[in-house]
């Protein structure tokens, strides 16, 4: 059996573990770190299958601080994950998202917004009247009020920012393994070694969990339960017969939401459908979902819609976290070198740069210094004080 040792050992070589990878070498050159990534393709990773948006507006402040130091990375990212000269590009567009509500969710977008505002972000509450006179193209007749962020939103090159912050940390020096972690030797309070389906054993003197969807099952490899599932979202394209100007990423009462990819060109997903069943772990598109709900709604909402012409499809995985629909992040009691990055429900590949960072430091200085992610500790879930995530999409 191939035998190795490495100070840090990441499952998973999505966002999430390349930027933990590309901040521990950052901050600790000398340490030796080595990524394992079942998927080197990443044919089904959700990092490759995300839509690949950020945004500032969530009911919690960590998340909306998280979101901030992800929405400055991906603007300077061009210098920060620059390698031999050359630059990579993120595509980040700022246009903002719009949370719409009906007289039923009106008093919570507007606590919402209080809480958002509080911590800096740039939103706007708009009435009706002013809804209509910005996006003539929307159908307000039912609605209340909107939220819209009019900085620090937009969406970017998911496929891109993967491949930059994999390509930098392995500039600086972490090695990326293909390999599937199939058990974790446990010895006392440490993980002593993970072993791989390859029949390779490497000792670690920190391992960090970020396998994504599959996240619970490293974790119980260790003796430790996580509330995270594989929950499945399909992604539809499709072309609208008239341009339409100043589209932000629009989110329906209803849950569905759509964002423009040109003039013309617009995704859009809904909730999935079909959580807890067995169709919800897999890949597989879930057409009627279109169909059935999400062209009707569409078309409802944006009347420009109800002539459309459907292109593509995909479907990715949300980690999710059951709990309260928040990552966990850190150290769990019991396990000394053990660290989490996971359940991030659906807004992980916004937060992976900050998220990163924060798991950096607490494996390298004990605790996170830049950014106060202590509301997302894993004992909050061992104590049953869940941290409520309302802005989920």
Not at 56 to 68: K, T
Not at 283 to 310: K, S
Request: aromatic share 8%; charged share 20%.
């Amino acid at each position: 059996m191939t035998m190795d040792i490495r100070d840090v050992v990441i499952v998973g070589g999505g966002a999430v573990g390349c930027a933990v990878a590309y901040h521990l070498k950052t901050l600790a050159p000398r340490l030796s770190v080595t990524v394992l990534e079942r998927d080197p393709r990443y044919l089904a990773a959700s990092s490759a299958l995300s839509a690949s948006s950020i945004r500032l507006q969530f009911s919690q402040p960590v998340n909306i601080a998280l979101s901030r130091y992800g929405m400055d990375f991906l603007r300077e990212a061009g210098e920060r994950l620059e390698v031999d000269g050359e630059r990579p590009e993120i595509g980040y567009v700022e246009r903002g998202y719009l949370y719409l509500a009906t007289a039923a969710g009106a008093a919570g977008l507007r606590e919402l917004n209080a809480i958002q505002r509080g911590c800096g972000a740039d939103v706007a509450l708009l009435e009706p009247a002013a809804l209509s006179a910005r996006f003539p193209w929307l159908a307000t007749d039912d609605l209340a009020l909107g939220s819209l962020g009019l900085r620090g939103e937009g969406w970017f090159d998911g496929w891109s920012l993967l491949q930059a912050l994999r390509r930098k940390a392995r500039a600086l020096g972490a090695g990326f393994v293909h390999a599937e972690a199939t058990a974790l030797e446990r010895r006392g309070r440490r993980i002593e070694a993970v072993t791989c389906a390859d029949g390779r054993r490497i000792a670690c003197g920190l391992l960090v969990n970020a396998a994504g969807p599959q996240a619970a099952a490293v974790a119980r490899m260790a003796g430790v339960e996580l509330p995270v599932v594989a929950l499945r979202h399909s992604v539809f394209v499709f072309d609208a017969r008239e341009p339409l100007a100043d589209v932000p990423l629009t989110i329906d009462p209803s849950g569905f939401w759509f964002r423009p990819e040109g003039p013309r060109r617009f995704i859009a997903g809904a909730p999935p459908r079909d959580a807890g069943t067995p169709a919800s772990a897999t890949l597989e598109v879930d057409h009627a979902q279109f169909e059935d709900e999400l062209w009707p709604g569409l078309a409802r909402r944006v009347p420009a819609f109800e002539a459309i012409r459907p292109g593509a499809s995909w479907a990715g995985f949300y980690e999710m976290n059951t709990f309260d629909h928040n990552a966990i992040l850190g150290r769990v009691p019991g396990v000394d070198n053990l660290l989490l990055a996971n359940g991030f429900s659906g807004h992980g590949l916004q937060q992976a740069a900050g998220a990163g960072l924060a798991v950096a430091e607490i494996a390298i200085h004990g605790a996170a210094r830049t950014l106060d992610v202590g509301a997302l500790a894993f004992e909050r879930i061992a104590a049953g004080r869940p941290v409520l995530e309302r802005n989920v999409i």
